[in-house]
């Protein structure tokens, strides 16, 4: 068990990477990384032994793929290939030919870790393992209809930046647009968010975000399941919320603190009714009937930020972006570009090679 141990603090890295399902050279170029640039007995022998947990656990097809790569590589250096490796892929190459028939439409399980750098202990969100590990459920096809249940980058910027400033979230009422398959929410719980909303306008991404809260404890429309030693705990809720026809009234009634969104900006005849959405939940409400006091005067005695909103993108197309900051100034809302002055405190996917951060830009929205 020390000596299992021992191995996965060796290579913590080459394991996210697999849990996350890199692309398999990446996963083999950590592994070198690993052995001054070799690939050794002692890493073949850790392959093979994520790739047998990986079978078993439905991941096979993934598996398949890496132990090939694995053996290419280290056959290209004249080096020794253990038995067990073999005799692992030619259990694959039997077993798994019916995989090539679905491998496009299934959904399969990516363990994302958040890995907290040494000397993050005392940091509020950092586990006492410095390591949050987030299990879920997407599809492998990111293009064909299922692009609300695939994990873009703009999510997992989204996630560093709320687990590196918790104290922005903190016992704070958050609602995000477009939540796809949850890891944001499930962030926002773990920093103890007073509330999380969480909404899709597609029924089947809905459905897997449900799914992907359960995995990782979180009741929706529920109070939060505490773990051991944990008093407090996040009010969570799924809605469905089509923006075309979410309305004024309907969206009045959250009053979140903090909006958010994750590549939200990419259709240019959805943007409008984002703006909306957007306007109606930074909008400050008037007096209510009963008399009591308005918002803007309650949150001015008690020292409350106004609503802003916090959107997450990687601009592919300056035609559609510019469209969005067209309807921003149309419709009175001030936007700021604060990559540069909110970029996460801790660089927490290092393994993920494909993770271009740079790429993602951050804004803040307000109402003028």
């Excluded at 640039?37 to 398949?64: H, L, M, P």
């Excluded at 910027?157 to 477009?178: D, I, R, T, W, Y």
């Excluded at 957007?278 to 409350?304: C, F, H, I, M, Y």
Aim: net charge negative; proline share 5%; hydrophobic share 40%.
């Amino acid at each position: 068990m020390a000596a299992e141990a021992e191995a996965e603090s060796q290579y913590l890295h080459v394991l996210s990477a697999f849990l996350a399902m890199e692309p398999v050279d990446s996963v083999i170029s950590l592994a070198r990384e690993c052995n001054g640039g070799s690939i050794t007995d002692s890493a073949q022998r850790f392959f093979w032994e994520i790739c047998v947990k990986a079978s078993a656990s439905g991941n096979s097809t993934y598996a398949k793929k890496l132990l090939k790569k694995l053996i290419n590589e280290v056959e290209l250096e004249n080096g020794e290939v253990l038995d067990e490796v073999y005799e692992e892929y030619a259990l694959y190459m039997s077993t798994s030919k019916e995989d090539t028939l679905v491998k496009e439409t299934i959904r399969i399980t990516k363990f994302i870790s958040f890995l907290f750098p040494e000397g993050s202990y005392k940091h509020p969100s950092c586990p006492m393992s410095r390591k949050l590990v987030i299990p879920l459920q997407c599809s492998l096809n990111m293009l064909e209809g299922d692009t609300g249940c695939s994990i873009w980058p703009s999510s997992l910027f989204m996630s560093e930046f709320v687990l590196s400033f918790p104290e922005l979230f903190a016992n704070k009422s958050c609602f995000e647009v477009g939540s796809g398959v949850g890891m944001v929410g499930i962030c926002l719980a773990h920093v103890k968010a007073k509330k999380v909303i969480l909404t899709d306008g597609d029924l089947l991404t809905l459905s897997n975000m449900r799914l992907n809260l359960e995995r990782n404890h979180l009741n929706y429309d529920d109070e939060l399941l505490n773990q051991p030693g944990e008093a407090q705990s996040t009010r969570v809720k799924c809605i469905h919320l089509p923006w075309e026809t979410a309305s004024e009234s309907e969206l009045s009634k959250f009053c979140p603190d903090i909006v958010l969104g994750a590549d939200v900006i990419y259709n240019p005849s959805c943007l409008p009714h984002l703006l909306r959405v957007l306007v109606a939940l930074l909008k400050k409400p008037t007096k209510r009937d009963n008399g009591s006091l308005k918002t803007e005067d309650r949150d001015a005695q008690q020292g409350r930020r106004p609503s802003v909103a916090y959107i997450a993108s990687v601009i592919r197309n300056e035609d559609t972006f510019n469209v969005f900051l067209t309807l921003v100034d149309q419709m009175d809302l001030s936007i700021t570009d604060v990559t540069a002055e909110l970029r996460p405190r801790f660089e927490l996917l290092p393994y993920m090679h494909s993770y271009d951060r740079s790429s993602v830009r951050l804004f803040s929205i307000s109402p003028r």
